[in-house]
Antibody, heavy 117, light 110 residues
């Protein structure tokens, strides 16, 4: 059974940083898959945050304009993990953050990030 | 304001067929695959349709998609109470160089 598990969420002050992790278990050829981060603010819709492309695409990353320059996605294939480093956080970044495989039906349960003083 | 436009809500009675539209542009739906997600209350989204028309294993064929030009629609046939959820369309946008989501459509089973 494939599972994606996010961790690292919590309460952080505006201007602070947080690093989220997403670890995949049971997913063969982790390096073959694009991995996306998506967030959902309370009571709102889904918003794409960014992507770690697969190995054939050299694990390149892309970001939404709203997080470009503040967030960084990285991947560790030895642990089947993808990370989201979030800096200069604002209250607008408060959301549940999900990781998921783009063309396979696997999503994590999400981790809540709350940015508040 | 979402790049992909969906109606905020649709409703139907059990057994009915409902459709959810998703309107975009030549830079997204018009030139890239569309994906559909279902989000039940309090849960993570679930992939319903990928690469325009493909259904992952376990998704019933009551869910079907049509696509033409810069628009697409998700149809739910034989509506059931367990279909009550939020539905999102999504796709890549070449101009924005990123993925875009519709605002979501809440399906209510009357």
């Amino acid at each position: 059974e494939v599972q994606l598990v996010e961790s690292g969420g919590g309460l952080v002050q505006p201007g602070g940083s947080l690093r989220l992790s997403c670890t995949a278990s049971g997913l063969t050829e982790f390096s073959d898959h694009h991995m996306d981060w998506v967030r959902q603010a309370p009571g709102k819709g889904l918003e794409w945050v960014g992507r770690s492309r697969n190995k054939p695409n050299s694990y390149t990353t892309q970001y939404a304009a709203s997080v470009q320059g503040r967030f960084t996605i990285s991947r560790d294939v030895s642990t089947n993990s993808v990370f989201l480093q979030m800096n200069s956080l604002t209250t607008e970044d408060t959301a549940v953050y999900y990781c998921h495989t783009v063309t396979l039906p696997y999503w994590g349960r999400g981790t809540l990030v709350t940015v508040s003083s | 304001q979402s790049v992909l436009t969906q109606p905020p809500s649709v409703s139907g009675t059990p057994g009915q067929r409902v459709t959810i539209s998703c309107s975009g542009s030549s830079s997204n739906i018009g030139s890239n695959y569309i994906y559909w997600y279902q989000q039940l209350p309090g849960t993570a989204p679930k992939l319903l349709i990928y690469r325009d028309y493909q259904r992952p294993s376990g998704v019933p064929d009551r869910f079907s998609v049509s696509k033409s030009g810069t628009s697409a629609s998700l149809a739910i046939s034989g509506l059931r109470s367990e279909d009550e959820a939020d539905y999102y369309c999504a796709g890549w946008d070449d101009g924005l160089r990123g993925r875009v989501f519709g605002g979501g459509t809440k399906v209510t089973v009357l």
